[in-house]
């Protein structure tokens, strides 16, 4: 018997349930890419020094980013045990900082399970996309959609800079 766990992997290599990533708008130092891993774990959640081979399949999705707009996945991803894999985070240009993602394991979808009389699928991960528009975060370059721009309307409806008329008598 098995039990798989889907793990975020931080920075310093620490696997953990959650993490965050920046939107692809000057980053900075601020991390762009997510990183994931599942590891066969014991009864206590501690990683097996051993681990088992073969793929599954980890479900992409929820949260209120947007997968294409917020975030660069299908919506599952196969990965093999014991090797990470990552998601990338995209500038959309909207001021939405802190939109999330989760990720977890399909049940029945390593592709060993028949193998063994039972495995267990647990851990589900959500990792937030920080944006511009947070201060205390990178990035420092805040997204611009659109830029504004104000016309005069001369008589003929063309667009100009600056108009003139006339004084009322």
Known sequence: AFTLQLFAVLEDGTLAQANTIAEQNNAGTADITANYVVKAVDANGDVLA???????????????????????????????????????????????????????????????????????????????????????TPPEEADSAFTLQLFAVLEDGTLAQANTIAEQN
Not at 85 to 90: L, P, R, W
Not at 106 to 118: A, C, F, I, K, N
Request: charged fraction near 20%.
């Open 50 to 136: 051993t681990q088992p081979t073969g793929t599954l399949t980890v479900n992409v999705g929820g949260g209120n980013a947007t997968q294409g707009s917020d975030y660069i996945s299908g919506p599952t991803v196969t990965a093999t045990i014991g090797t990470e894999f990552t998601i990338d985070s995209k500038d959309d240009a909207l001021a939405d900082s802190g939109e999330t993602f989760n990720l977890s394991l399909e049940d029945g979808s390593w592709s060993e399970d028949s193998t063994y009389e039972e495995v267990t699928y647990q851990g589900n991960v959500t990792t937030t996309i920080t944006d511009a528009t947070d201060p205390s």
